[in-house]
């Protein structure tokens, strides 16, 4: 399964180019194509909406975090898209996170596969990297629950620069030292 370690972390200034930088033999072997032609289609419905709710998280420090889940089901077949926000309206509580909200919004409407979760936001003070990453809890929630494989992709886009990267699950495990089981 070396396929899902392609190395997907290149920055991207314009997502209309994200895809067009592939080499074929990444399109090819990066998910499932049927899955992945749909989500090609679906890049800049999910970009505009990631961008339309990025004001709208309950954070108490304007930390704000939107994200757009795309994700199948295979009983109905059919796609569908997911939003979510991170919710944390005052300091002492536990943090509810965008990435969160979108897998249980697609797993509650019997969505069994994640194809791609993509966020938005800037990240913390202090933290130097370009843009967003998945939380501890979120890369365990990654990690163990079986509808995210590990071909699916974290896409994240930086408001404040306009970066954007593009990882596969896998890749975004592992170099957070998680593994799926398989
Ligand atoms: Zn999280």
Redesign the pocket.
């Known amino acids: 399964m070396d396929m899902l370690l392609l190395n997907f972390t290149r920055y991207y200034h314009d997502y209309s180019v994200l895809w067009g930088n592939l080499t074929p033999e990444e399109q090819a072997l990066c998910m499932h194509p049927m899955h992945y032609e749909a989500l090609r289609h679906r890049i800049p419905y999910m970009f505009q909406c990631v961008c339309d709710s990025n004001g709208r998280p309950k954070s108490y420090r304007k930390y704000n975090v939107s994200a757009i889940g795309f994700a199948y089901n295979s009983t109905l077949e059919k796609y569908g898209t997911f939003l979510g926000v991170n919710i944390k309206p005052i300091e002492n509580m536990r943090t509810t996170?965008a990435?969160?909200v979108v897998m249980g919004s697609a797993l509650a409407a019997g969505y069994d596969v994640i194809i791609a979760i993509m966020v938005a936001g800037v990240p913390q003070e202090g933290d130097e990297r370009e843009v967003l990453y998945?939380?501890d809890?979120?890369l365990l929630t990654l990690q163990v629950i079986s509808e995210v494989p590990e071909d699916a992709y974290y896409i994240s886009w930086n408001p404040s620069n306009n970066l954007m990267r593009m990882m596969s699950i896998g890749e975004i495990l592992k170099a957070n030292g998680y593994a799926k089981d398989r």
């Open positions: 996170c990435e969160a998945p939380c809890n979120c």
